[in-house]
């Protein structure tokens, strides 16, 4: 199989290999070293899913290694964030909780059904970005910049609502899968 083959699951192993220094650099007060690794990943973020479609090399290790790398770098981004007193620790747990429900809810469809598919909502794409966003904002403001800091007064509001209501749709979307696969059955 060819090296371009492989490129999108080495762009998410990338992201994987990054989460922890990156977390690292917010934890040491670099955010200013952090700022363009997340950058980085935010960049493989969007280009692994993007070439293994246009490459016709979507695999089932790229589906579950890109959700898993994203949970990766941003629970650790946002208990980072918290430690560091960036953002209140409130937000922490809402953005880890949903997280946890989200895997638990997978964890448990696949002990208890036939269910192996789990695509992402656009509610929960749409909390991904916003939570990115957000963290480069974060980053950029504990790095000095000035726009930056003008902009985080509108991240823990803009944070909290999309992933609460991206919580909210993914246990939606979990209950009515589940009543339909249980008529199937």
């Known amino acids: 199989m060819p090296f371009v083959n492989w ?3 080495l762009l ?8 922890p220094f990156i977390i690292a650099d917010v934890l040491d007060g670099q955010c200013h070293v952090a700022l363009p690794l997340s950058m980085i990943a935010a960049f493989t973020d969007a280009a692994d899913g993007y070439l293994a479609r246009r490459l016709g090399v979507e695999s089932r290790l790229g589906a579950w290694a890109d959700p898993l790398a994203d949970k990766a770098l941003h629970i650790g981004l946002f208990i980072s964030f918290g430690y560091g007193g960036l ?3 409130w937000l922490v747990w809402l953005v ?3 997280d946890v429900l989200i895997l638990a809810m997978v964890a448990f469809a696949m002990a208890t059904t036939s269910i192996r598919d789990f695509p992402p909502t656009m509610w929960g794409k749409l909390s991904t970005v916003i939570q ?3 963290a480069v904002v974060l980053l950029g403001s504990c790095s000095g910049y000035e726009l930056a800091a003008l902009m985080v007064p509108a991240v823990v509001p803009a944070v909290s ?3 609460a209501w991206s919580g909210i749709h993914y246990v939606w979307v979990a209950v009515r899968r589940r009543r339909a696969h249980n008529q199937i059955v």
């Open 96 to 98: 880890v909780g949903r």
């Open 132 to 134: 990115l966003a957000a």
């Open 12 to 19: 998410t192993l990338l992201r994987v290999i990054l989460a």
């Open 7 to 9: 490129l999108p699951n």
């Open 161 to 163: 609502l999309i992933t």
């Open 87 to 89: 953002i209140p620790v």
